[in-house]
């Protein structure tokens, strides 16, 4: 019967840590490393058609209302197509 609270025990303390993780986890996003975090994880993403956008600074809460400053719109891969002309 003992080791049977043990387990429960372990396994409340391990979703309690979970728990506590997760909410860390979204006051950390609101912070100024977590908006620089953010600011990396948008830059390193590429649309299908090359697109990129970077952002200099997030001013302001991510959760109600931020401003993004210095966001630039970036064309990587640019592709030309040829069209024939008709007269």
Not at 7 to 14: D, E, K, L, N, P
Not at 24 to 43: E, M, N
Not at 44 to 53: H, K, R, T
Not at 61 to 78: H, K, N, Q, T, W
């Amino acid at each position: 019967m003992r080791a049977l609270w043990k387990w429960i025990a372990g396994i409340v303390a391990i979703v309690l840590l979970l728990v506590a993780a997760v909410f860390g986890f979204y006051f950390w996003l609101d912070t100024s490393s977590g908006h620089k975090f953010i600011a990396r994880q948008v830059a390193a993403y590429e649309f299908e058609n090359g697109l990129n956008i970077r952002i200099g600074k997030i001013d302001g809460s991510i959760y109600g209302e931020a401003e993004l400053i210095d966001v630039p719109f970036r064309m990587i891969r640019v592709h030309l197509r040829a069209f024939p002309l008709r007269a």
